[in-house]
């Protein structure tokens, strides 16, 4: 039965048909109730006599039932008082039943849910909606070849716009020429006549208006997904770089590190133009800004930054990591690996006035053959640049130049002599003679083969601290591995082999103390003259190979010291050992160890332990010693990978203090690399053809080019397209059709 008191809490909002259709079958309501006062009134009899009467027990009053559903609040019977005179209640009755109102809400009750009066009025609604979704699934078609049009160009890192769009140009840009392609495998005419020169459709979908709001809606789709990995992970670690870029404009980008599904990901969040204002407070209001704009709040565990080596971002006073550490205390600083290692080389050539000046030599000569198409064809292979910021591609270089050594020497004799047939001027042969006569300086030869060596040792690591899974104990192993080598090298048969390797080359070499100097003394001694400086005692050649020896080790010791320097903090993530998988079976046997390193973690990132160290350690136990565990962990052979079998075996909640700091160590971020990768874009992108883009564009078309593989993985979703046209349609109004009427 359907109470009065449900009926009068419907009237505040119109009744759909199908729910007056449910009141209908359940039938009106007729409680058995007294009065107040001394009128009494059989209801009973009423009931019978009236099929529209009904009652509210808890009001004591009667109700026009069909009143109640069809014209509410319009009589006393469907007021939300209802009738409270007794004394004149036949009079109300036959005023009631004669009334417009009351007529029409019966005869309403008796057709509804035999004949849909709207639907037998609308018939006309019912075909024109038709029309109207016929229309909306026909642009829909048109709008999927645009964005699939879109999505295949900024994947690519390709741009949008041409020269010139009109109808008359031989290449109107890529964005159109491909929707031209599309349209040519496609039986549509709508989609064929889009792209047509004389179409008078009035929505073509190819102004750069449409191309940007395309471009946003695709950027809005994948930012949410990143929005919502944010929110759902237990850490996230901050990771900040600049870079200016070919319009001299410097850009900051803002990514974040964390660990979704038992795995790491780093997102880009914003890229920004600092060029204004570089210094530490503004960039850090930038970075905040960022993470805000992503939905990361104070109350969000940041439990890592990591940047360059910048005083205004690393410094201990006033500076960005300073002030992120005040909002959010648990994120440590961590500064790049990738930059320290490139640091301790790049201190030999700071330190090492005769090393600088090796490498500088190194940079001339390929610049000397790389400056010219006709000297580069002299060689059988051009000679690689080297970066003035990656300082560690100086290695290529190095390797290049030793391999091509005899080759190299001999194209700048052809260059220099004055017998050559070419047409070169006089100071190309001038430089030319002067890297000749530097690269056949047996000390130059003599460092070629020693930093061959050195950048051979490090490749390796250089490799290793590119990547995204980074082990601060397979990086601590790394660098005590490279220490030693060093320190292998320094020694008297290393520097035989690479004497031995340079007079390979002896013929090349210039003798300038046999030669001038020679002449010089032999001229003063037949003046007379005895020189103040006696001559060394042993020959030219062993005075040579002592200074060599001196030098070797000078750079060999300059290395270690800037290891040892730069990477003695990195003692500060050893607990990372603890999930290590081929260290379980020491710490099963090493309590001692175990009880250290939980002590480590305590120290540095006190959240993760609080008060429940004894459990982390029965954790810790259980995972070292639980042979069927050992068993399903089989194939994890670093902390990455465990955590990926942890999460596919479901064990987050039977361990959850060891799943929650093993997330914790991959969320800790140790280099900025990826904010590298988004700098390697931003170059491909914004170019010198390019350069006047608006920096929201740039962003936009930079960001979707580096989350390419989350782009992918969204666009391989059945709704990801009518996500992105609802997207469209509800930006603003649209000439065009695109959503479904119901």
């Not at 964005?147 to 949008?160: E, W, Y």
């Not at 660990?259 to 570089?278: C, P, Q």
Request: net charge positive.
């Amino acid at each position: 039965m359907a109470t009065v008191e449900e009926l009068i809490n419907l009237q505040n909002s119109p009744l759909s048909y199908a729910k007056k259709i449910e009141l209908k079958t359940k039938g009106r309501d007729k409680p058995i109730f007294t009065f107040e006062g001394r009128r009494k009134c059989n209801l009973s009899v009423q009931y019978q006599k009236y099929e529209w009467l009904t009652g509210c027990p808890i009001r004591k009053t009667l109700f026009c039932f069909p009143c109640l559903i069809f014209k509410p609040k319009t009589t006393v019977f469907s007021s939300t008082r209802g009738l409270l005179d007794l004394a004149n209640f036949s009079n109300h009755v036959k005023r009631h039943i004669k009334s417009p109102t009351h007529l029409a809400a019966i005869t309403s009750l008796k057709l509804i849910g035999k004949v849909r009066i709207d639907e037998m009025l609308n018939e006309e609604f019912k075909t024109l909606r038709n029309m109207h979704n016929e229309e909306v699934r026909k642009n829909r078609e048109m709008m999927r070849h645009h964005i699939k049009a879109a999505l295949f160009l900024v994947c690519q890192g390709l741009s949008f716009r041409g020269h010139s769009e009109s109808t008359d140009s031989p290449n109107r840009g890529n964005f159109i020429e491909l929707i031209k392609l599309l349209s040519e495998f496609s039986s549509d005419p709508l989609i064929k006549n889009c792209v047509s020169p004389d179409h008078s459709l009035p929505f073509s979908g190819l102004s750069p208006d449409i191309q940007n709001d395309l471009i946003k809606c695709l950027y809005d789709q994948v930012r949410g997904e990143i929005e919502n990995r944010i929110k759902g992970a237990p850490f996230i670690s901050i990771i900040a770089d600049d870079t200016t870029d070919i319009s001299n404009t410097s850009q900051m980008a803002v990514s974040v590190r964390l660990v979704h599904n038992g795995s790491v990901f780093e997102h880009l969040i914003d890229l920004v133009n600092v060029s204004a204002d570089r210094s530490a407070n503004n960039l850090a209001c930038v970075i905040c800004e960022s993470l805000e704009s992503v939905g990361v709040t104070k109350n969000t565990s940041v439990i890592g930054q990591s940047y360059d080596g910048a005083s205004n971002m690393m410094g201990k006073h006033n500076s960005v990591q300073t002030k992120i550490k005040e909002i959010w205390p648990s994120a440590n600083f961590v500064h790049c690996y990738a930059h320290k290692w490139a640091l301790v080389a790049q201190s030999v050539s700071k330190n090492i006035p005769l090393v600088s000046i090796f490498f500088g030599f190194l940079q001339n000569l390929t610049t000397f053959f790389r400056a010219s198409p006709k000297r580069a064809s002299m060689l059988s292979s051009p000679l690689p640049l080297a970066s003035t910021t990656r300082w560690l591609t100086r290695g290529k270089s190095v390797c290049a130049i030793s391999s091509k050594y005899c080759e190299i020497f001999n194209v700048l004799e052809n260059i220099s002599s004055e017998s050559s047939a070419c047409s070169i001027d006089c100071y190309t042969r001038a430089e030319a003679k002067g890297l000749r006569y530097q690269l056949g300086n047996c000390e130059n030869v003599f460092l070629l083969f020693f930093f061959r060596k050195v950048f051979a040792l490090s490749d390796m690591m250089t490799k290793k601290l590119q990547g995204v899974m980074i082990d601060p104990a397979e990086i601590s192993s790394k660098v005590a591995d490279y220490r030693a080598n060093l320190c292998e090298l320094r020694s008297e048969v290393s520097f035989q082999t690479f004497v031995e390797e340079a007079k390979q080359y002896e013929p090349y070499f210039f003798n300038h103390e046999k030669r001038v100097p020679q002449i010089n003394e032999q001229h003063l001694l037949d003046s007379g003259y005895t020189p103040s400086r006696p001559k060394p005692s042993s020959s030219s050649s062993q005075f040579e190979k002592d200074k060599l020896k001196r030098l070797m080790y000078e750079i060999i010791d300059t290395l270690i010291f800037q290891l040892d320097q730069r990477f003695e903090n990195i003692e500060s993530l050893q607990w990372i050992k603890l999930f290590q998988p081929s260290r379980f079976d020491v710490l099963k046997a090493d309590a001692f160890e175990v009880v250290r390193l939980v002590n480590e973690l305590k120290k540095h990132h006190p959240d993760l332990v609080q008060e429940e160290e004894e459990k982390l350690r029965n954790e810790l136990h259980i995972l070292f010693t639980d042979s069927d565990l050992r068993v399903a962990l089989g194939e994890a052979n670093d902390p990455s990978t465990l955590l990926k079998q942890m999460h596919s075996l479901d064990l987050c909640d039977a361990l959850p203090l060891v799943s929650k700091a093993l997330m914790a160590s991959q969320t800790i971020a140790l280099t900025s690399v990826t904010c590298e990768r988004t700098f390697s874009v931003l170059r491909r992108i914004k170019t010198y053809l390019r350069s006047t883009m608006t920096q929201e564009r740039m962003k936009q078309l930079v960001f979707l080019s580096i989350e390419t593989s989350l782009l992918k993985h969204l666009s391989g979703e059945c709704s990801f397209v009518d996500t992105i046209i609802d997207k469209f349609a509800s930006m603003k109004d649209r000439q065009v059709k695109l959503l479904y009427r119901k």
